[in-house]
């Protein structure tokens, strides 16, 4: 696959921890994909985070074909190498009139992995812009894995609060997106998101990857290859829908969803990103 990433945006990540914004899908595209997430809301009468989250690619093949444009695998190919495999990935909604937000925190802080490599895109179905509660990044804090502490509170999309302290908002930046626009951030990138304070809803999708040489130290070694081949082999494929809700596709995300929320497990991330 050609690149995807100028030798200035690679530097740029390599340097700064991110890239952002690329260019990927129509806002047209964007838009249709949103319809398809609404309609389930509306015929499930839940939000698609609910239930659909963890793996979240397991339920829509158009989220797994969106997870292999050529934009976005290249662009992580560009970062981490030529073999990608999905670990996580989730539908992040900020819904208007809400004080949802995400804490500062690192992805890569909670990965069981014999390495801290990986990257993720977060690709916008919605504009995402400071007033509606865009990701903000530390840029340069990705060189070392940092103790977070868990602070829970209802608003927070992270569960258990998991966050970064004494975070110089000074440093921070906006990492704003026009619907089908993408990020790609290294997975120690200290981030987080501000409620939305508009009056329209803020959704976007998140990949996270890491290269196939990455060794799963404990929990589920199983994912969804992205990009290139599965070597060494440390990692069993799942089994991929072949339609949207397809019962395959749910049934293996079902189970990537128990093997995260077995507590005997090491602590595993069960989020990423907002």
Excluded at 45 to 70: G, T
Aim: hydrophobic share 35%; with cysteine; aromatic share 6%.
């Amino acid at each position: 696959m050609p690149r995807v990433l100028t030798d200035a945006q690679l530097k740029s990540y390599h340097e700064d921890g991110f890239v952002s914004p690329l260019d990927c899908i129509s806002p047209e595209e964007a838009a249709g994909h949103l319809r398809m997430i609404e309609e389930y809301e509306k015929t499930h009468n839940e939000d698609v985070s609910v239930n659909i989250r963890v793996r979240a690619v397991l339920a829509f093949k158009w989220m797994i074909d969106l997870a292999r444009h050529s934009q976005i695998a290249g662009a992580l190919q560009d970062c981490i190498g030529p073999n990608v495999m999905l670990f996580l990935s989730g539908v992040w909604s900020k819904r208007p009139g809400t004080d949802t937000f995400v804490s500062w925190h690192q992805d890569g802080a909670y990965n069981p992995f014999d390495r801290n490599t990986g990257a993720t895109a977060w690709i916008g179905l919605t504009d995402s812009t400071p007033e509606k509660g865009n990701i903000r990044c530390i840029p340069g804090s990705h060189h070392e894995a940092i103790q977070h502490e868990e602070r829970f509170d209802d608003d927070n999309i992270l569960s258990r609060g998991q966050s970064v302290p004494n975070v110089d908002l000074d440093k921070a930046v906006d990492m704003p997106l026009i619907a089908g626009q993408f990020s790609v951030h290294h997975e120690l990138l200290v981030h987080g998101s501000a409620p939305n304070t508009t009056d329209s809803r803020r959704l976007g999708i998140s990949f996270a990857c890491v290269p196939t040489e990455a060794k799963p130290l404990s929990g589920p070694n199983t994912g969804v290859l992205i990009a290139g081949d599965n070597h060494p082999g440390h990692w069993v494929l799942n089994k991929e829908p072949a339609f949207d809700l397809d019962p395959v596709g749910l049934a293996e995300l079902k189970s990537v969803q128990d093997a995260y929320r077995n507590p005997d497990e090491t602590k595993l991330a069960t989020e990423i990103v907002g």
